[in-house]
């Protein structure tokens, strides 16, 4: 309560609207796209005032269940199609607007003679990821989790683990750090965003510097 008024920091803001804090971030980052709410300083820290953090979702939940679209129920569920064809089951207009939650976990991945990765998934996978759009969740958290903020957003994340080793590997044999993100994107089949958020985590998990990665 601040002059009798009720106010949330960043992590309140994520353990009231179920969003990941990370989402939070990107949220007051673009706030001009968004529209959300201009922050205050009070004894040194942030903080937003509660009723226009509720204004902000309510209106944010409106906007994510209008933009929703017809999904294509056509196909064998067991077909593996690229980005190209989910974004069309999934209604988009191209594959750009795949949501990192379909980016991030392939069903296959093929190394293309360039060395570029090729994501392919399940029709039934992309149809899952369709059924999630509820609008009742960011999408910076995997539907169906909510709570408060983990210590890091891959806590419970078992590609950690790959990380860890990437990293303590690179350390042992006194290599740069540069380029762990791309090696770790490439052995996982994942982002490279997604790979240096993992990377993060490793490092926060091992407790070395983070240094720098590309």
Excluded: C
């Amino acid at each position: 309560m601040i002059d009798g008024r009720p106010a949330l920091d960043r992590a309140g803001v994520a353990a009231h609207t179920g969003a990941a804090y990370s989402t939070v971030n990107h949220w007051h980052r673009h706030r001009a796209r968004f529209g959300f709410p201009e922050g205050f300083l009070h004894d040194g820290r942030e903080w937003f005032w509660l009723d226009d953090i509720e204004a902000f979702h309510a209106a944010h939940q409106v906007a994510k269940r209008a933009e929703l679209t017809r999904v294509d129920r056509r196909g064998d569920s067991e077909d593996l199609i690229g980005s190209g064809a989910a974004a069309r089951v999934l209604g988009y207009g191209s594959y750009r607007n795949l949501p990192d939650t379909l980016l991030d976990r392939p069903d296959r991945v093929e190394v293309l003679p360039d060395g570029r990765l090729r994501r392919l998934w399940f029709r039934r996978t992309v149809w899952a990821v369709a059924d999630a759009r509820t609008g009742r969740q960011s999408t910076g958290r995997t539907p169906g989790t909510t709570g408060a903020r983990k210590p890091h957003p891959y806590a419970d994340d078992s590609r950690l683990s790959a990380a860890i080793a990437l990293l303590t590997e690179a350390d042992r044999a006194g290599r740069d750090r540069r380029g762990l993100g791309v090696a770790l994107a490439q052995q996982l089949g994942i982002t490279e965003r997604t790979a240096q958020r993992l990377l993060a985590a490793a490092y926060a998990v091992s407790g070395t510097s983070s240094g720098q990665t590309a």
